[in-house]
């Protein structure tokens, strides 16, 4: 498609637009210059943010250019949540966390096509500016009755905590982030999620009334599931990209597990794949849903964008070894591990019978119970069946030297890890 508006907005990654008319001309008469930020919340980007950085990846294959912007300085103060104040984390400890969302934004944005992302920090450029040069020459282009109307800041007021004037002036930062890249790089365009939009027109107002120039603010839409559910959690916990926080193998499966109501969406926001390929596997989980070939595309593609194709032919040879459908034996070590991570299980050690092994890890409720299943051939070890009572583990069967995996029946199964030395 050669707009690229209406290929995002057919992809359901467009919210709100401040002018939509005057964006879709600055696109067509384009190359424009656009930016999104990535605060240092957690030590790692998580599922929202993930929709960001693939809106700006269509936009800079349109052949915009695109800066993704790090939050050294505003990762310090604390964007305002509505609930409460955020506790402020060290100097230290936020520089490390944007060194490691840096790589993050470097390696989805990342482009060989010629048309190269540019990475920035705001740290840079507020630092160096003081309290009095900041009051001066941004705090009075602010009007507090507009500042106390932004949605988070209004719900923080009407609450018993209230919000601290550090949170307060949020809004400040982030506006001068636009003003700064308008200044450098001829920035028009600010993307964001859609509960940012007050601090996001923060800086469409400050350019204008600094600069008198008209730029842009584009959000995206907050992703939730049939039931209303916000998409990004997973057992309680966020998606997270780095894969010390959520394994190339749990994130794989987060995708795979998607129902079938919003599989064709999420086909939509977080891949590449075209309208024609889309409306194929939409037919597919109409017609053959049991198959769940738009989930194994849409974990593959998912996966392969944030982990590489390494990680992700790997977890796809994992979660065939689970089922019986290939070597298990064959699994790297940490592959295996993450893979067995969320089986349920206990301890185990060579020399323990499978009866007792199986009672153990909670597959039977008793040592008869055991026995029956090996005598009917319901029981394996390592996907091989087991159907004598007396039969023992050995160490070759505890893979990489940490676990077992046994399974009654076809579906259930558990992993036996050996005691950590």
């Given at each position: 498609m050669t707009d690229i508006l209406d290929e995002l907005q057919w992809r359901g990654l467009v919210a709100q637009t401040t002018d939509e008319a005057e964006l879709r001309q600055a696109l067509e008469d384009g190359p424009i210059t656009v930016y999104c930020g990535?605060?240092?919340?957690?030590?790692?980007?998580?599922?929202?943010?993930l929709v960001q950085l693939i809106a700006l990846r269509h936009l800079q294959r349109a052949g915009h250019r695109v800066i993704g912007l790090v939050g050294g300085s505003t990762g310090l103060v604390g964007d305002p949540r509505p609930s409460s104040e955020r506790v402020l984390k060290s100097k230290e400890q936020t520089a490390a966390d944007v060194e490691r969302i840096a790589v993050q934004v470097r390696a989805i944005l990342s482009d060989d096509s010629g048309n190269p992302p540019i990475f920035v920090n705001n740290l840079d450029?507020?630092?160096?500016?003081?309290?009095l040069d900041f009051l001066r020459d941004y705090g009075k282009h602010f009007r507090v009755n507009q500042m106390i109307k932004k949605d988070a800041v209004a719900a923080r007021l009407n609450s018993d905590q209230?919000?601290?004037?550090?949170?307060?002036?949020?809004q400040i930062l982030q506006a001068l982030d636009y003003l700064e890249l308008y200044r450098q790089y001829g920035c028009t365009l600010q993307t964001g999620g859609q509960d940012q939009w007050g601090n996001l027109t923060a800086g469409v107002d400050l350019i204008g009334r600094v600069e008198g120039a008209s730029v842009h603010?584009?959000?995206t839409p907050l992703l939730t599931d049939s039931s209303g559910e916000k998409f990004g959690k997973s057992a309680g916990n966020a998606v997270w990209l780095d894969p010390s926080m959520t394994s190339p193998y749990a994130f794989y499966q987060y995708w795979i597990n998607v129902e079938d109501a919003s599989v064709v969406k999420l086909l939509k926001v977080f891949t590449d794949r075209t309208r024609d390929e889309i409306?194929?596997?939409?037919?597919?989980?109409a017609e053959e849903p049991f198959r769940r070939t738009a989930q194994r595309t849409l974990a593959a593609d998912v996966t392969t964008l944030v982990h590489g194709p390494e990680a992700t032919a790997a977890v796809q040879a994992a979660s065939e070894a689970?089922?019986?459908?290939?070597?298990?034996?064959?699994?790297?070590?940490?592959?295996l591990l993450d893979a067995t991570a969320e089986l349920p299980g206990g301890e185990l050690s060579p020399g323990d019978t499978v009866v007792d092994a199986l009672v153990s890890v909670g597959l039977v409720a008793s040592r008869n119970e055991a026995r029956r299943a090996l005598k009917e051939g319901g029981a394996s070890v390592n996907n091989a069946k087991v159907s004598d009572p007396e039969a023992v583990l050995g160490e070759q069967d505890f893979l990489h030297g940490r676990v077992v995996l046994l399974k009654r029946g076809r579906k259930s199964m558990a992993a036996g890890r050996m005691p950590e030395a």
């Open positions: 990535f605060d240092p919340t957690a030590p790692s980007l998580h599922f929202g943010n450029w507020t630092a160096p500016i003081s309290a209230g919000i601290s004037y550090t949170e307060f002036s949020y603010v584009l959000t409306v194929g596997l939409e037919r597919q989980v689970l089922f019986g459908k290939g070597d298990i034996a064959a699994l790297d070590r940490e592959t």
